[in-house]
């Protein structure tokens, strides 16, 4: 989600109502000197873990140091992060799944007694810092190692958002933009969104530029039937992925498979593709494979 377009706090934020009445209620028991706990933030692409993180840290008014776990190759590059928190301040570790396993246990006394372990000399060093609250997002939790995983003290899963919710942030998205639209238009961008905000202001951007190029507005159908986006929000990736399992009815496909015989990576497949498509039935993963779900 474009920064112009991230909500700044709980209240902005649409959808994700369980998720953010329990993280209310830990943040108000932090009084006093007591500082959040650490969170795992879990759930496919472009649901809201970056915007979610950043709002907890508005609503704890705190900083929000932000880093890529794909951007941490060793412990060294990991110290400046830890070095800089103050007390109660935020560490944003994106994609934290891909931190490799020497910094997950690097990590361990950081996160439970505050302290970073170092090695000076041939001999340990514990350096204290202010305690802070970890919140790492993944989009596979399984990713992690259990005892990385059993240090944060909150876990939570977002979910898919229903066309009604993203038809409400697409209508304040769309005003953002400039844009007034009807609530017909809206629910249709909604409802080819997948389920994910991000799907659905790249959506939103694509129907001002249509209107913008045309000069004129269409209805929704024709609107995304130029893209490429068919009425399930599926582009030629997914109706590519579609047609294999088509192609194979009654035999389970593996992964590997999957991925060869449609030439997209297997990442690609598992994080982008499936998530949606296994929610909503359209793809059943079994002990022995991929088959194809219900598709109207």
Same mark, same amino acid.
């Given at each position: ?201 790249? $959506? ?85 494979? $991929? ?6």
């Amino acid at each position: 989600m474009s920064s112009e377009l991230r909500p700044a706090n709980f209240n902005d934020i649409i959808g994700q109502e369980s998720v953010k009445q329990r993280l209310r209620i830990m943040i108000a028991g932090c009084t006093g000197n007591e500082v959040m706990p650490h969170i795992l933030l879990d759930g496919p692409p472009g649901l809201g873990k970056t915007t979610m993180s950043n709002a907890i840290g508005n609503e704890l008014g705190v900083k929000v140091h932000t880093l890529n776990a794909a951007t941490i190759r060793n412990i060294k590059s990991i110290l400046p992060y830890l070095m800089s928190v103050e007390r109660g301040s935020v560490l944003f570790i994106d994609e934290i799944h891909r931190l490799p396993t020497i910094v997950e246990e690097f990590l361990y006394p950081v996160m439970e007694d505050f302290r970073i372990d170092l090695m000076q000399d041939n001999e340990d060093e514990g350096i204290d810092i202010p305690p802070f609250c970890m919140i790492g997002a993944t989009t596979n939790g399984g990713n992690l190692s259990q005892p990385f995983y059993d240090r944060f003290t909150i876990k939570e899963h977002l979910q898919f958002y229903t066309p009604d919710e993203l038809a409400n942030l697409a209508r304040s998205s769309a005003e953002k933009m400039g844009m007034q639209l009807s609530d017909s238009e809206l629910l249709g961008i909604a409802e080819r969104s997948k389920g994910t905000p991000r799907i659905c202001n790249a $959506r939103l951007k694509w129907f001002k530029s249509y209107v913008n190029y045309h000069k004129r507005k269409d209805d929704v159908d024709t609107i995304f039937n130029e893209q490429g986006i068919d009425k399930h929000g599926f582009d030629i990736n997914d109706r590519q992925y579609i047609e294999v399992l088509k192609s194979r009815i009654g035999q389970p496909l593996g992964l590997k498979a999957i991925s060869t015989l449609c030439g997209i990576a297997e990442d690609t497949i598992t994080n982008s593709i499936e998530p949606y498509m296994i929610r909503k039935g359209f793809v059943v993963r079994t002990p022995k494979g $991929r088959v194809l779900g219900k598709i109207k």
